[in-house]
């Protein structure tokens, strides 16, 4: 059975690249808001289990206000994936957890992709995965650099 996995997150943080790393497609990606501006789908073998990988435009918050943040909130909503990667950007944490705290609040499984982490300590900025776990009530964080 196939398992449908939601890349989520603010405009411009690195979802379409990391779509790109996780299956292998080679959507245009641009360092601009709104680059994406319809959910884009590709697949993933782990194993014996097929995944679908779905890159949403990007969104600030589920409370929707562009047809992009329509599209995004509606899929996740509507289709209800397996689980929401929410690809934040480790250099600007506090705009992008408000929509990491709406996906969590809907009850599906989260895991948040802290990217840009490189860009990050390059700035100073020291963020402890474990101590963001915690906050966020447990759920995985895992630190990505979306162009390796």
């Given at each position: 059975?196939?398992?449908?996995?939601?890349?989520?997150?603010?405009?411009?943080?690195?979802?379409?690249?990391?779509?790109?790393?996780?299956?292998?497609?080679?959507?245009?990606?641009?360092n601009?808001?709104?680059?994406?501006?319809?959910?884009?789908?590709?697949?993933?073998?782990?194993?014996?289990?097929?995944?679908?990988?779905?890159?949403?435009?990007?969104?600030?918050?589920?409370?929707?206000?562009?047809?992009?943040e329509?599209?995004?909130r509606?899929?996740?909503?509507?289709?209800?994936?397996?689980?929401?990667?929410?690809?934040?950007?480790?250099?600007?944490l506090?705009?992008?957890?408000?929509?990491?705290?709406?996906?969590?609040?809907?009850g599906?499984?989260?895991?948040?992709?802290?990217?840009?982490?490189?860009?990050?300590?390059?700035?100073?900025?020291?963020?402890?995965?474990?101590?963001?776990?915690?906050r966020?009530?447990?759920?995985?964080?895992?630190?990505?650099?979306?162009?390796r």
């Open positions: 059975m196939t398992k449908t996995i939601a890349l989520a997150g603010n405009p411009n943080v690195g979802k379409s690249t990391l779509f790109n790393a996780l299956t292998g497609s080679h959507q245009h990606v641009g601009w808001p709104g680059k994406t501006v319809e959910k884009k789908e590709g697949r993933l073998q782990i194993g014996d289990q097929e995944i679908l990988v779905v890159d949403l435009p990007g969104t600030y918050s589920l409370t929707a206000y562009s047809i992009e329509i599209i995004a509606d899929y996740i909503v509507n289709n209800k994936p397996d689980a929401v990667v929410a690809v934040v950007n480790a250099s600007n506090d705009r992008n957890l408000y929509l990491v705290t709406q996906l969590i609040e809907l599906i499984p989260v895991i948040v992709a802290l990217n840009m982490t490189d860009v990050a300590r390059r700035r100073g900025i020291a963020i402890s995965l474990k101590g963001l776990s915690e966020l009530g447990g759920i995985p964080v895992v630190e990505t650099v979306g162009n």
